[in-house]
């Protein structure tokens, strides 16, 4: 069947390094392609959003690239801070927001 | 500001209890669902409004119940009949044109023991 997986379930980094997000996903209609951010005991927060017709999409601190030929999505935090620490979410469409599939996360863990 | 507002943060109950969880938005969002969260797994979804009276099960619909009788509110209830109803429960809500970003209460979490 079609999925969203992750390539890593954990990421360990120190302060201030970059850390680069992985997620891998299966179906060749998506289009549509979101990050989200979820602190323990709080909902999912949207970070950053692109579209198939792009490969590349920069926002404060974060950068998503996208490669459509491996079907693979990353997502990258500059100068990575204690604050990032939490489980990052992949999701994407083929075009309607009701069939949006989610990745299982991965925890990213960010040592002072 | 404008949100999603889920409460209780904590509910307990006790197995056989039907159970209602709130989820209120003031974003003037058509479209509102619900999703379930477990440990170690991506986020699934329950039901699924696009307007106000009409609603659509998800992948996981069995057990539960939802109604839309107002644009603002999308109430879930956990029925007896959800054989493992324990979880984390999201709301979420979105523009109902295009596609667009989801945007999530901070959840509930139900203990049914």
């Known amino acids: 069947g079609e999925s969203v997986g992750l390539h890593l379930p954990t990421l360990s980094v120190q302060e201030g390094d970059n850390s680069i997000i992985n997620c891998a996903y299966s179906?060749?209609?998506?289009?549509?392609f979101i990050w989200y951010k979820q602190e323990s005991g709080k909902g999912p927060q949207f970070i950053i959003d692109i579209r198939s017709n792009m490969d590349k999409r920069q926002g404060q601190r974060v950068t998503v690239l996208l490669n459509k030929t491996v079907k693979h999505l990353s997502l990258q935090i500059a100068a990575t801070q204690p604050g990032d620490s939490a489980v990052y979410f992949c999701a994407e469409t083929g075009g309607s927001n009701y069939k949006l599939t989610f990745g299982k996360g991965t925890l990213l863990t960010v040592n002072p | 500001d404008g949100g999603i507002t889920q409460s209780p943060k904590y509910l307990f109950r006790k197995e056989g209890q039907n159970v209602t969880l709130s989820c209120e938005q003031n974003l003037n969002h058509d479209a509102m669902y619900w999703y379930r969260q477990d440990p170690g797994q991506g986020l699934r979804l329950i039901y699924y409004?696009?307007?106000?009276?009409?609603?659509q099960k998800g992948d996981i619909a069995e057990g539960y119940s939802v109604s839309r009788e107002k644009k603002e509110s999308f109430p879930l209830t956990v029925t007896s009949a959800q054989k493992n109803p324990t979880a984390f429960y999201l709301c979420?809500?979105?523009?109902?044109?295009?596609?667009?970003?989801?945007?999530f209460g901070n959840g509930t979490r139900l203990t049914v023991t």
């Open positions: 979420a809500s979105t523009r109902h044109r295009g596609v667009s970003p989801l945007h």
């Open positions: 179906n060749s209609a998506s289009d549509y």
């Open positions: 409004s696009q307007i106000v009276n009409d609603f």
